[in-house]
């Protein structure tokens, strides 16, 4: 298991939910984290909850629907001053449930992959030329395994999308130290995963830390499933 003590980690979407998890079992491990929410405001109880660590709590913020904010994003991260080691790319959103399976609009298709797609390749264009000058890096993209379910086709292409997406950039990065690979943090109670979800969101923990606690000729290009290390 790698040492990420004194390592720096951005997890999008760490406002709330899996993400806020994935940042306190970070912190745990002795991993300084920027959290990331949409406004300036919304991680203010996440960054609260990481008081108890010993570790340095930064907070950035953006849509990652709007280009311009995920520039910004990518600008705050930068005047930090400091090396972002892990990137763990968890951000995404969920249009509407659609009965009708034929009335997903133009909007939930864009929207859907602005977000889910093309703000995680963005993120990893900003972060990961960096990790392979200085030698280490761990990257995390967010799948899942949603099945079945045209009533919530976009969201489901999409994450189909960010499995291709992270075959192609691990395989630009095998003869690296930095290692790219996605996971299914599984069908927890979020407000996107609903209260009938399976497990709570607690249940994350520790599987989401399993990609980024390899060494660096670990796993590269793999799925990995938070639920299978479920304790």
């Not at 993120?123 to 799948?143: D, E, H, Q, T």
């Not at 919530?152 to 691990?170: E, I, M, Q, R």
């Not at 979800?197 to 990609?211: C, F, K, R, S």
């Amino acid at each position: 298991m790698k040492d990420i003590t004194g390592k720096n980690a951005l997890v999008t979407g760490s406002s709330r939910g899996v993400g806020r998890q994935i940042a306190i079992g970070l912190a745990e491990q002795g991993c300084n984290i920027i959290i990331h929410g949409r406004t300036k405001d919304s991680s203010k109880e996440t960054l609260n909850l990481l008081k108890k660590y010993n570790v340095n709590n930064y907070s950035v913020f953006g849509d990652l629907s709007d280009k311009d904010q995920i520039n910004n994003l990518i600008t705050q991260v930068k005047v930090l001053g400091i090396q972002v080691d892990i990137l763990y790319n968890n951000a995404a959103i969920m249009r509407p449930y659609r009965e009708d399976i034929w009335t997903h609009t133009e909007e939930d298709w864009l929207e859907t992959y602005k977000v889910n797609v093309l703000a995680m390749y963005k993120l990893c264009s900003a972060f990961i030329p960096s990790m392979i000058k200085n030698n280490y890096g761990r990257v995390v993209n967010v799948s899942s395994r949603i099945m079945n379910q045209p009533q919530l086709s976009p969201y489901g292409a999409s994450k189909w999308a960010v499995d291709k997406l992270s075959h192609d950039l691990a395989f630009a990065l095998k003869d690296t130290p930095v290692r790219l690979n996605f996971l299914d943090p599984g069908w927890l109670q979020t407000d996107m995963g609903g209260e009938n979800a399976e497990n709570p969101v607690e249940a994350v923990i520790p599987g989401a830390l399993v990609p980024v606690l390899i060494d660096n000729d670990g796993p590269n290009g793999e799925f990995f499933s938070a639920m299978d290390f479920k304790v």
